[in-house]
T-cell receptor
Framework: DTGVSQDPRHKITKRGQNVTFRCDPI?????LYWYRQTLGQGPEFLTY????????KSRLLSDRFSAERPKGSFSTLEIQRTEQGDSAMYLC???????????FGPGTRLTVL | QKEVEQDPGPLSVPEGAIVSLNCTYS??????FMWYRQYSRKGPELLMY????GNKEDGRFTAQVDKSSKYISLFIRDSQPSDSATYLC???????FGAGTILRVKS
């Protein structure tokens, strides 16, 4: 399967714990995006990378959130000191460049108890 | 005002109906418009994309953009129960999605 993959698919954690999600984009795609989606809402942009450079961060991305793409391939999204409001589906997408189709992974569903 | 507005529905139609899904947007600088379909507990999958104004057809799906009124539409002909999903319009300029419209096609 050459699509975007995400791991884990589901994560349940207690408030205050740290969690880390991984995204593996389509191999030749140089752009990688993170979105957050809550029930009844469309995906909301969090941040994106062009190769290993993080080019834009949404104001939704508080100081507790950090994303990396160290070698321009896979990316990780870490949430520190999780809060119940962080419960959502975290989606990763990749594209070949700007203004072109973004392909989404299946998402990681986070539940913070 | 949100940059992209979309009626969340749900929209319930009988099998075989023509479905019209719509979004409005606020910034005339937007040029690329996409429709994604999202099944429950899955990531969005691209259905169609258009650039600027006009129509684009792909099988039973037609995407339409009216830049003068900042209005985009997705038409589904001969709707099937398998079309039941949430349909998201997306504006690719600042990576902004609508809230999604839930469509239910009854057999």
């Amino acid at each position: 399967d050459t699509g975007v993959s995400q791991d884990p698919r589901h994560k349940i954690t207690k408030r205050g714990q740290n969690v880390t999600f991984r995204c593996d984009p389509i191999s030749e795609h140089n752009r990688l995006y993170w979105y957050r989606q809550t029930l009844g809402q469309g995906p909301e942009f969090l941040t994106y990378f062009q190769n290993e450079a993080q080019l834009e961060k949404s104001r939704l991305l508080s100081d507790r959130f950090s994303a990396e793409r160290p070698k321009g391939s896979f990316s990780t999204l870490e949430i520190q000191r999780t809060e119940q409001g962080d419960s959502a589906m975290y989606l990763c997408a990749s594209s070949l460049g700007p203004l072109v189709t973004q392909y989404f992974g299946p998402g990681t569903r986070l539940t913070v108890l | 005002q949100k940059e992209v507005e979309q009626d969340p529905g749900p929209l319930s139609v009988p099998e075989g109906a023509i479905v019209s899904l719509n979004c409005t947007y606020s910034n005339s600088a937007f040029q690329y418009f996409m429709w994604y379909r999202q099944y429950s507990r899955k990531g969005p999958e691209l259905l169609m994309y258009t650039y600027s104004s006009g129509n684009k057809e792909d099988g039973r799906f037609t995407a339409q953009v009216d830049k003068s009124s900042k209005y985009i539409s997705l038409f589904i002909r001969d709707s099937q129960p398998s079309d039941s999903a949430t349909y998201l319009c997306a504006i690719i300029y600042k990576l902004v999605f609508g809230a999604g419209t839930i469509l239910r096609v009854k057999s």
